[in-house]
């Protein structure tokens, strides 16, 4: 099945300023890489998700680099803001529909 | 309207009691999910219902059985509750078989004592 892996676990960051999650997986039949945004107390959110006939998508502040040759992805969110504080999931689905997560990033952004 | 609705939002249970979870979702999708989060919030599929239908059942204790009355709705029930079911519960949906854009509900936080 499919394994994904996810950098780093904490990340503080200043308001205002850049920040970046990554994540790898294993199985190159992985299709499909959303990633979700669960503040504290609240279901998983999805806020941005790419394919693998795409290289990179961006939505205002955040956006998702893939590269299916390393089998990685990434998050980025510029201009950090305090509502940008939460636990950021990656995700993989493979060809056996499991939609396969990382184990978490707890981002917070020091106002 | 809330797309994806789980009762009760807490559960708090004495070890060895049977309880149930139910979901619904009014988006009309054809598959619904149920994962759990453990204490270091780490999300792992539990079961998959296409159209009423079993698709996925992952290596989880047979203490656990869903149950999708109709395609709207699907309910897990737990026999024999144990301190390690201690989690929380997501009930989720999407279009077809594959999770693509899955909308979680908002989470049953089970606690065993």
């Known amino acids: 099945g499919e394994n994904v892996e996810q950098h780093p676990s904490t990340l503080s960051v200043q308001e205002g300023d850049s920040a970046v999650i990554k994540c790898t997986y294993s199985d190159s039949a992985s299709n499909y890489f959303p990633w979700y945004k669960q503040e504290l107390g609240k279901r998983p959110q999805l806020i941005i998700d790419?394919?693998?006939?795409?290289g990179e998508k961006k939505d205002q502040r955040i956006a998702v680099t893939l590269n299916k040759t390393a089998k990685h992805f990434s998050l980025h969110i510029t201009e950090t803001q305090p509502e940008d504080s939460a636990v950021y999931f990656c995700a993989a689905i493979s060809n056996d529909y499991k939609l396969s997560f990382g184990a978490g990033t707890t981002v917070t952004v020091r106002a | 309207d809330t797309a994806v609705s789980q009762t009760p939002k807490y559960l708090v249970t004495q070890m060895g009691n049977d309880k149930s979870i139910k979901c619904e979702q009014n988006l009309g999708h054809d598959t619904m999910y149920w994962y759990k989060q453990d204490s270091k919030k780490f999300l792992k599929i539990m079961f998959s219902y296409n159209n009423k239908e079993l698709i996925i059942n992952e290596t989880v204790p047979n203490r656990f059985s869903p149950k999708s009355p109709d395609k709207a709705h699907l309910n897990l029930h737990i026999n024999s509750l144990e301190l390690g079911d201690s989690a929380v519960y997501f009930c989720?949906?999407?279009?077809?078989?594959?999770?693509?854009?899955?909308?979680f509900g908002q989470g049953t936080r089970l606690t065993v004592v």
């Open positions: 790419i394919r693998s006939n795409v």
């Open positions: 989720a949906s999407s279009q077809d078989p594959r999770p693509t854009e899955a909308f």
